[in-house]
């Protein structure tokens, strides 16, 4: 069994290629990094390295790459394998798309059986994404034809990895837990589970609960933590007033959640100290421009900031706290980020007024975009 996982990077070389290997499948990472490509290529195995105490070593093993930029090696691995992954970034996947149209034509025509494709992003409804941007490039009939032998199973997944350095570009440092959540209702049945996924019937739930609760908190972290200074997520997590506002963030996205899933609250509460402790391991060291990078996608409707706010407002809450960490996000001033670049440059042209109006769609004048503009006011009166 063949398994192609597009992007070798910290996810997929340090989670989801682990546990496909783990499953007995034959792993080819697809990547547009040429010496990770050529590593894994040579090498045909990696190691992953788990951050406790004991520093567990596994081996991955029975590995190999392709070049992602090389169109008919990307379209010939899409044809021949038995399941698809992502983990590339969200923003990525509409460069992949036009590889997984081709081979899927390609499939097609080679009458190949049933694919299962699962991005494996940050975000909500990463597949269906994929699937947007693949069929955009379909004609009507193969997407007819594709409709029946291609699923685009939507997933949550959820382990710290953050940025390697290590000699061994192939090395990978991970956080011993991890949660990959894959929605079984837009399989086809007789799928063949991969060990160690939780297969759902109504994936919203868990997604809504790992990217307000894990994602949610964690940028909370990183943003508020820039603010003071701090250059990581443990240096931030050290001082009990970013504890005190990441726990507060964590309430507010906790309330929404429970009322629009009916969690149990003190599961939920339980859930929530668990992150936070998986935020302070100090056997990792997790860069604030990491979990903050991209704060356009983070600031973004949809995503782990304004979607929980709106949803609390929509409860008749007040998102007090989500704005402040909204507002700090719009201090995230990293010019090596082009998102961070760019809100900062729209700051200066528009105003921070305009600039919160464009990137997170709250309308001027809403309570939760008052909310955000204050704490960016009291940001700045704080900084003078
Ligand atoms: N690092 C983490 O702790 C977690 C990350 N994620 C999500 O996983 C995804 C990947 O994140 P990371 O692994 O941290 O990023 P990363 O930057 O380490 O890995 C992304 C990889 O994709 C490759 N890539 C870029 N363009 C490509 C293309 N056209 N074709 C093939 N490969 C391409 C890059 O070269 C890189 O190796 C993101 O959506 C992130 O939100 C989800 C959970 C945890
Ligand atoms: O990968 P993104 O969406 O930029 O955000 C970084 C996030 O990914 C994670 O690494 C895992 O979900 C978190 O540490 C962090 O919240």
Redesign the pocket.
């Known amino acids: 069994m063949k398994a192609l996982h597009?992007?070798?990077?910290?996810?997929?070389?340090?989670?989801i290629g682990l546990l496909l290997s783990q499953s007995g499948y034959e792993v080819i990472?697809?990547?547009?990094?040429k010496t990770?490509v050529t590593e894994l290529q040579q090498r045909g195995e990696y190691t992953v390295t788990l951050a406790s105490a004991a520093r567990e070593q596994l081996h991955v093993t029975g590995v190999t790459a392709i070049d992602?930029?090389d169109a008919n090696t990307?379209t010939s691995a899409v044809a021949e394998v038995d399941l698809i992954t992502?983990?590339?970034?969200?923003n990525?996947l509409k460069?992949?798309a036009a590889?997984i149209a081709s081979g899927i034509e390609k499939r097609i025509a080679n009458g190949a059986g049933r694919l299962h494709i699962i991005?494996?992003?940050?975000?909500i409804g990463?597949s269906t994404q994929l699937k947007e941007l693949v069929y955009a490039l379909l004609d009507d009939t193969t997407k007819a034809k594709a409709s029946e032998v291609i699923a685009f199973p939507d997933a949550a997944?959820?382990?710290?990895?953050?940025?390697?350095h290590h000699e061994d570009p192939l090395a990978v440092m991970?956080?011993p837990f991890y949660e990959w959540v894959v929605d079984a209702s837009a399989m086809f049945e007789g799928y063949r589970p991969v060990k160690g996924v939780h297969y759902v019937q109504n994936l919203l739930p868990y997604i809504e609960r790992k990217l307000f609760t894990v994602?949610t908190g964690h940028c909370a972290a990183a943003y508020l933590g820039g603010l003071k200074g701090y250059e990581t997520i443990q240096q931030a997590m050290a001082d009990e007033e970013i504890v005190s506002a990441v726990k507060a963030t964590l309430k507010e996205t906790g309330a929404v959640l429970v009322a629009r899933y009916d969690f149990d609250k003190t599961e939920h509460d339980q859930y929530i100290d668990k992150i936070i402790g998986r935020f302070r391991n100090d056997q990792l060291t997790d860069e604030v421009t990491?979990v903050g990078r991209s704060p356009i996608r983070k600031l973004s409707p949809n995503d782990r900031l304004v979607k929980p706010a709106m949803q609390a407002h929509e409860l008749g809450m007040s998102p007090v706290q989500l704005a402040k960490v909204m507002a700090a996000a719009l201090c995230f001033d990293h010019a090596d980020d082009p998102e961070s670049a760019e809100l900062q440059q729209s700051i200066r042209d528009k105003g921070v007024g305009q600039t919160i109006a464009d990137y997170t769609s709250i309308p001027e004048g809403h309570p939760v975009y008052n909310l955000v503009l204050e704490s960016y006011g009291s940001i700045a009166d704080q900084r003078k």
């Open positions: 597009f992007g070798a990077g910290n996810i997929g070389r340090g989670f990472f697809s990547d547009v990094n990770v992602g930029t990307v992502t983990a590339v970034g969200v990525i460069h992949i590889g991005a494996c992003e940050n975000a990463g997944v959820d382990r710290i990895v953050p940025l390697q991970v956080e994602n990491r």
